[in-house]
């Protein structure tokens, strides 16, 4: 099992920060807000980001990744970055950088979470917060999607993302939004999972084949979408073979 040194909170008169003190040391609590791109050596936005706003950073050593958390659907009309929560552990970023920690600390492929903030809005004593979270950038790792609108993937891939995917369910792991955007590969084929958002441990069963059957909707419609799509119906049943082994 691996562990890190047990997390701190910094708090100020708006903001609180859940940190990694092994990979942050005293930073102020709105440092994912106000001072992460002053200090980042380079930093670049990312293009295709899932359930929020994400940065590429470089900080000395640390290669990460910020994430801005936004809503989706008719909501993001009227209210884009906003969320209501009136306990700090019930904060998106805080539920989720939780989560990771439980999850890295069980073994499971998934980015160390370095930080995550929960900042009142518009006022210190409103129920409404913006959120934010850092976790570590997983090396030359590629998006699922990605790889898929390049090339074919051989069976041993997709088995393997198969097996992953039954290490996280075989865990109660619940991801809420399991796509091809949020399965990663790295140089050396190794899978991992991202983007923990409204994700939860679960005790009953029955929503694991609900959950494969979402990843398999969102390969058939970026199928649908592109051109030249590399997923077939061998490589689902690819994918189911390596989850049942």
């Known amino acids: 099992m691996i562990t890190d040194s047990q997390p701190l909170i910094e708090r100020s008169n708006t903001c609180q920060l859940l940190y990694n003190p092994d990979l942050l040391k005293a930073p102020a609590a709105d440092f994912l807000t106000a001072e992460i791109f002053q200090q980042a050596e380079t930093y670049q936005q990312i293009s295709a980001a899932g359930r929020g706003q994400a940065w590429f950073i470089e900080m000395g050593e640390l290669s ?3 994430r801005t958390y936004l809503r989706g659907g008719l909501v993001a009309r009227i209210n884009k970055r906003s969320y209501s929560a009136l306990n700090v552990e019930n ?3 805080f539920k989720e950088w939780r989560l990771l920690q439980w999850m890295h600390d069980q073994g499971l492929p998934v980015p160390r979470p370095i930080a995550a903030s ?5 006022v210190s004593f409103s129920p409404f917060y913006r959120a934010h979270i850092l976790v570590e950038r997983i090396p030359q790792a590629q998006t699922l999607d990605h790889l898929l609108s390049q090339q074919a993937l051989n069976q041993s891939i997709w088995q393997s ?3 992953s995917i039954r290490r996280f369910h075989n865990a109660g792991v619940y991801h809420a939004d399991l796509n091809a955007s949020n399965i990663l590969l790295d140089e050396a084929q190794s899978v991992y999972l991202i983007d923990f958002d409204k994700g939860e441990i679960r005790s009953n069963q029955k929503w694991k084949q609900a959950n494969l059957q979402r990843l398999q909707r969102s390969l058939i419609k970026q199928q649908g979408i592109h051109p030249q799509y590399h997923f077939t119906e061998q ?3 690819e994918l189911l073979a390596g989850y049942e082994l």
């Open 91 to 93: 904060s998106r970023s």
């Open 235 to 237: 490589s689902w049943s």
């Open 64 to 66: 990460a990744v910020l």
């Open 161 to 163: 993302i198969g097996q």
């Open 118 to 122: 929960m900042c009142r809005w518009p």
